[in-house]
């Protein structure tokens, strides 16, 4: 029995499946392709197995964000608030200058003087943040801070402390020479170095919170402006005269324990007592404060 004639077409074929003067074996061409697609299939399998295995980046501590924070709102803000700060610097001293004609001396030249220095902290802690955090929230800037890997906490306390920071020289010019215009001593003005952060903290938180919570920013501005007014009409006026009600409105600040801290210090011999007392109620409400801010923050970041 003859074989089948060998056609043209089978010698291609033999052709492409000889390599290097070697006949490969019958299927050897698919096989090689077989096991070169099932040995990509596996790489690629090894390769995603071990990339969804890779631990996320662990996110950052509270003290390095919120160094990083407070450095950034410091350099940002170092332009524009300047003028503001000096706004606030003036306010105080016309508001001391105007109360000298009303204000002789003793327990009146005091509050006057510790309310106007610690005037400077609520028109900057209070006032501005209420306005920048309400301007953040409705342009959206919380979305690109919601985003980073810091804590909430970092965020609000970066911001309150840049701000707070702008207070120091106003706070220092305020308290220098309303104490050399109504002649008190000069000795107790250390202090300053825990009123300020310490009130600074208090109002700060509360100006966050005011900011975040006001569903426009022209509320958060027009809160921001009340709870300065507060601070002046409750801060600066001397609490001997004013009626019951006022005065528990006044208990209510959180800079007033801060004013009546500084205020202690001008007396010929300060209750240091009532100082560290005042001091701690003004801490106290500076955590409390804060932590309301910070939820704050959260809750305006995921609507």
């Known amino acids: 029995m003859k074989s089948p004639t060998r056609t043209d077409s089978d010698a291609a074929v033999d052709g492409v499946a000889e390599t290097d003067g070697h006949r490969a074996a ?26 969804a295995r890779v631990p996320l980046a662990p996110r950052a501590r509270l003290w390095p964000a919120l160094g990083a924070v407070y450095r ?42 510790a309310g106007s220095s610690v005037l400077v902290v609520a028109f900057v802690a209070l006032n501005l943040l209420a306005q920048y955090f309400g301007q953040l929230r409705a342009g959206g800037g919380l979305d690109h801070y919601a985003t980073l890997p810091v804590p909430a906490a970092s965020v609000v306390l970066g ?33 300053l170095a825990a009123v300020v952060p310490l009130a600074g903290a208090a109002l700060a938180g509360l100006g966050a919170a005011l900011g975040l919570l006001a569903p426009r920013p022209e509320l958060a501005t027009l809160g921001g402006q009340l709870g300065m007014s507060a601070a002046l009409l409750l801060g600066v006026l001397p609490a001997g005269g004013l009626p019951p009600v006022v005065q528990w409105a006044r208990d209510l600040l959180p800079s007033t324990y801060g004013v009546e801290a500084f205020a202690r210090t001008f007396a010929p011999h300060p209750d240091w007592g009532h100082v560290g007392a005042d001091l701690a109620v003004c801490a106290a409400v500076g955590v409390l404060s804060l932590a309301v801010a910070t939820r704050a923050y959260r809750w305006a970041a995921t609507r």
């Open 72 to 113: 950034a709102q410091l350099s940002r803000a170092r332009v524009a608030r300047i003028p503001l700060l000096f706004v606030a610097t003036f306010q105080s001293l016309g508001i001391m200058v105007l109360m000298r004609g009303v204000v002789d001396g003793g327990a009146e030249a005091r509050a006057v003087v």
């Open 26 to 51: 019958p299927g050897a061409v698919g096989g090689a392709g077989s096991a070169s697609a099932e040995g990509a299939g596996a790489a690629a399998g090894v390769g995603a197995g071990e990339s």
């Open 159 to 191: 911001a309150a402390a840049a701000y707070a920071s702008f207070t120091v020289p106003g706070v220092l010019v305020t308290a220098v020479t309303g104490s050399v215009l109504y002649q008190l001593p000069l000795g107790g003005l250390w202090v």
